[in-house]
């Protein structure tokens, strides 16, 4: 009996939560379907009278005029400046974060890079600034992709350490002693091994950069490297906005992040229960 409660109350808490992430986003999506009348009408329609996927269509039209002529070049500035952010900083914090965690004495480093990345942002705004400004890299995908490799490195090198450590080290001892080196031993016999846990902080790192506003809206002029954050901004900066036009970029912009999370969903939840059993 005592089991059977512990179970109810086990799913109950489950479709709580459930209900929470999800309720808001329903409501996204049946604001991008209604139609003005409905959204401004008192007492509130919750279910609309008409459904209307016109939004939908002129933000994935290329024809002149419609907002999908910023809205997919958003998009696409997104995307390169996420998948590229994240490769860059994924493939510098693998050596560096097992470099942490087999060789002692470099903790200092560590928290180093983990005090740089608590300091506010708005501390690197000026440096920053001028440091793209003397490469000429302001307004483009390498200068954001270069800023997002500040905030997002730290972060993974810091959960790819604590990752290497749960790992044992007798099979990189043995391939050592066999001859193998740094390299060949990270590449072969550690990464492996930390597969599940790479997965889940390249998803981590890439929501990151997804989801960055404060430097791209400093750091990008015009719709040639702003990215989705800033551009989703730019729609609600006019004195008559369109609540449903927002809310369908909305549901737009988190399918890529839903596809990914999907794709990446054995090695998230691999990586997350790793990390959670160490000790």
């Known amino acids: 009996m005592k089991r059977n409660i512990h179970t109810v109350l086990r799913y109950a808490a489950a479709l709580f939560i459930a209900l929470t992430i ?22 509130l329609r919750w279910l609309p009278q008409h459904w209307d996927f016109s939004r939908y269509v002129s933000l994935l039209s290329l024809a002149p005029g419609q907002p999908g002529q910023l809205f997919l070049k958003a998009l696409l500035n ?51 600034y001028f440091v793209l400004q003397q490469l000429n890299l302001l307004n483009t995908h390498i200068g954001l992709i270069l800023v997002y490799c500040s905030l997002i490195l730290p972060f993974l090198t810091w959960m790819l350490k604590n990752q290497f450590d749960t790992l044992p080290q007798d099979i990189e001892q043995a391939a050592r002693l066999d001859g193998l080196r740094f390299w060949q031993v990270l ?90 059993s160490k000790g």
């Open 22 to 43: 999800l309720a808001p986003m329903a409501w996204l999506f049946l604001m991008s379907v209604s139609s003005t009348a409905d959204l401004t009408r008192i007492p």
């Open 187 to 276: 590449l072969r016999i550690t990464l492996p091994l930390a597969k599940p846990v790479l997965g889940a902080s390249a998803l981590f790192g890439w929501l990151m950069a997804w989801d960055e506003f404060f430097y791209a809206l400093l750091y990008t002029s015009n719709i040639t490297a702003q990215t989705l954050p800033v551009t989703i901004a730019g729609f609600t900066a006019g004195r008559a906005t369109d609540d449903g036009l927002i809310a369908a970029v909305g549901i737009l912009a988190s399918l890529p992040p839903l596809l990914i999370a999907i794709w990446l969903q054995k090695s998230l939840v691999s990586g997350l229960a790793s990390g959670g």
């Open 78 to 128: 997104s995307l390169l400046v996420a998948c590229g952010a994240t490769a860059v900083s994924l493939l510098l914090a693998v050596p560096a974060a097992f470099s942490f965690s087999r060789y002692r004495g470099r903790d200092g480093w560590l928290f180093t890079c983990l005090a740089i990345y608590m300091v506010p942002p708005v501390a690197f705004v000026l440096p920053l």
